[in-house]
């Protein structure tokens, strides 16, 4: 008698991989291929052991993949790669904190998790007093420039062991946490803590969960209420809080992102961040279940009032 093995995880995804074609081809077709790809890449990082080099391996192969997609689809259409998770609103909002350290030490290192294209930390670079260093999975060292000899190309997490404890003064991730395995997520935050110093920061920055999703699955499957891509898990608020306590961190500052500035409240800071995130908390289970009623996620209209990111600013 044949027996039949079920595929796993890991070689659904690089079949996946070998069916994937940049010739031109319609902009939803464009879209369906990258859906496939991330969440047939999703499955396998998250059936990978925490912290494997199979895991590793695997988040690599697949961001290089989906880079390589929107890489084409862009040039059909004859545009440039958006700078994701980067804006002048977030120059703002780390212009305003290094400005507030450097009232506590003249030196400041600051450290950016998944540098993308360069453009916060080339941003910061320009800042005088400020130390820059980064890393991501996936560096593209000639667009980096020459910044490129302080980035890192790894998972946070083996670039978080090159590390010295309490030299970071300013850690920055912004649409990076919500690519992180669920299984790896308090262990990182705990690694991410031993590198602040004393009256170092950590400023978290991530697509709002009750707003979600906010991967390719919003284009791909509209109607899905949770991101099924690279995006392993959204956050809210009130989650990014949550987790941040258990490694040890505290909320310190409270930041609202108003067009192109950010307003930061020093002095009400862990304060008014836990008000936040216990409106939020309550709002949630209120609407967490309610399904898409004529293509409008109810979820998202009770949820709009606390903003489309979740911006989180913490020590120790």
């Keep these: 008698m044949r027996s ?25 077709e464009w879209v369906a291929q990258q859906y496939a790809v991330e969440r047939a890449g999703a499955l396998a990082i998250k059936e990978a052991a925490p912290f494997s080099e199979e895991r590793g391996q695997i988040t690599r192969q697949c961001y290089e993949m989906v880079d390589r997609l929107i890489q084409a689809r862009s040039r059909q259409k004859g545009q440039s790669v958006a700078a994701y998770g980067a804006g002048e609103s977030f120059v703002d909002l780390l212009d305003q904190l290094i400005r ?68 970071v003064d300013l850690f920055y991730w912004n649409d990076v946490m919500e690519h992180l395995p669920e299984d790896e997520m308090e262990e990182t935050l705990r690694q991410i803590a031993k590198k602040l110093s004393p009256e170092g920061l950590l400023v978290t920055v991530t697509p709002s969960r009750g707003m979600g999703p906010h991967d390719i699955t919003k284009l791909a499957a509209p109607k899905e209420l949770e991101a099924k891509g690279l995006h392993l898990r959204e956050y809210c608020y009130y989650e990014v809080v949550e987790q941040n306590q258990r490694a040890g961190l505290r909320p310190r500052i409270y930041a609202v992102r108003n067009g192109d500035t950010c307003c930061l409240d020093f002095e009400q800071g862990e304060a008014r961040s836990l008000a936040h995130a216990a409106a939020e908390k309550r709002c949630f289970r209120l609407c967490k279940n309610i399904p898409v009623i004529g293509g409008k996620s109810i979820r998202k209209r009770m949820m709009c009032r606390f903003g489309w990111k979740a911006i989180v600013i913490c020590g120790k």
């Design 4 to 28: 039949y093995m079920k595929e796993t995880a890991k070689e659904a995804f690089e079949r996946c991989l070998q069916n994937v074609s940049l010739e031109e081809k319609p902009d939803a």
């Design 100 to 167: 507030y350290l450097h009232t506590k030490k003249p030196e400041i290192n600051f450290f950016e998790a998944g540098v993308g294209t360069g453009y916060i930390l080339r941003a910061v670079h320009q800042f005088g007093g400020v130390h820059v260093s980064g890393c991501d999975v996936c560096l593209d060292r000639q667009l980096l420039g020459e910044l490129s000899s302080c980035c890192i190309e790894k998972t946070l997490y083996a670039a978080l062991g090159e590390l010295k404890d309490g030299s």
